[in-house]
């Protein structure tokens, strides 16, 4: 294991005799790289949670409950307390008064004719209840989170295999540097 010394902040941009052109190109590249990194990285996840928590709030405000009936008893025998639901068949009037139906969740053994809550959209259709503004507020956090460390990847990997080629260039100029010493030294490097 190779001794490297104390670790030295800023020590790319102070002034040496011995500093190199690679050295400050270096300096660059990871100061350009880091910079990109957290700017692509919140500006992406800003944006990204923001058009979830958007969306959502949409939802909130287009989607509608609407009283639906079951067309047929639910399957399964009802309990007093259970939480349990299942599928059963569901019909609803839509906003321009065309009957609609399809699945909903629902007490095990309802009879049919029960009236049960569905959420439809403005034509009528049949969604999901939509997402409280506590429930949009984590999914924008989580989805903005995913989506900043996502993008905030690339400038970083980009800059990582920038300095490999700067370190691997740098590498085979320093060969070439010693292999010229050793000639003038009058030594072989085989």
Do not use: I
């Given at each position: 294991?190779?001794?490297?010394?104390?670790?030295?902040?800023?020590?790319?941009?102070?002034?040496?005799?011995?500093?190199?052109?690679?050295?400050?190109?270096?300096?660059?590249?990871?100061?350009?790289?880091?910079?990109?990194?957290?700017?692509?990285?919140?500006?992406?996840?800003?944006?990204?949670?923001?058009?979830?928590?958007?969306?959502?709030?949409?939802?909130r405000v287009e989607w509608r409950p609407?009283?639906?009936?079951?067309?047929?008893?639910?399957?399964?025998?009802?309990?007093?307390?259970?939480?349990?639901?299942?599928?059963?068949?569901?019909?609803?009037?839509?906003?321009?008064?065309?009957?609609?139906?399809?699945?909903?969740?629902?007490?095990?053994?309802?009879?049919?004719?029960?009236?049960?809550?569905?959420?439809?959209?403005?034509?009528?259709?049949?969604?999901?209840?939509?997402?409280?503004?506590?429930?949009?507020?984590?999914?924008?956090?989580?989805?903005?989170?995913?989506?900043?460390?996502?993008?905030?990847?690339l400038p970083l990997a980009g800059g990582?295999?920038?300095?490999?080629?700067?370190?691997?260039?740098?590498?085979?100029?320093?060969?070439?540097?010693?292999?010229?010493?050793?000639?003038?030294?009058?030594?072989?490097?085989?």
């Amino acid at each position: 294991m190779a001794f490297r010394g104390p670790r030295v902040w800023l020590w790319r941009w102070r002034r040496n005799p011995l500093k190199r052109r690679s050295d400050t190109v270096e300096a660059w590249v990871v100061l350009g790289a880091w910079t990109l990194t957290v700017l692509c990285g919140v500006l992406a996840g800003w944006a990204a949670a923001r058009s979830v928590e958007q969306s959502l709030a949409r939802e909130r405000v287009e989607w509608r409950p609407v009283a639906g009936r079951l067309t047929e008893r639910a399957p399964g025998k009802a309990t007093a307390h259970s939480s349990e639901r299942v599928w059963a068949e569901v019909g609803w009037t839509g906003p321009d008064g065309s009957a609609h139906a399809g699945q909903a969740r629902v007490v095990p053994g309802s009879a049919a004719g029960t009236t049960v809550t569905v959420w439809t959209d403005r034509r009528g259709r049949m969604v999901t209840e939509p997402a409280t503004a506590a429930q949009a507020r984590v999914r924008a956090s989580l989805v903005g989170g995913l989506a900043g460390v996502t993008v905030a990847v690339l400038p970083l990997a980009g800059g990582r295999y920038l300095r490999g080629r700067l370190e691997r260039r740098r590498m085979d100029r320093w060969g070439v540097e010693w292999a010229l010493f050793d000639a003038v030294r009058g030594r072989s490097t085989g």
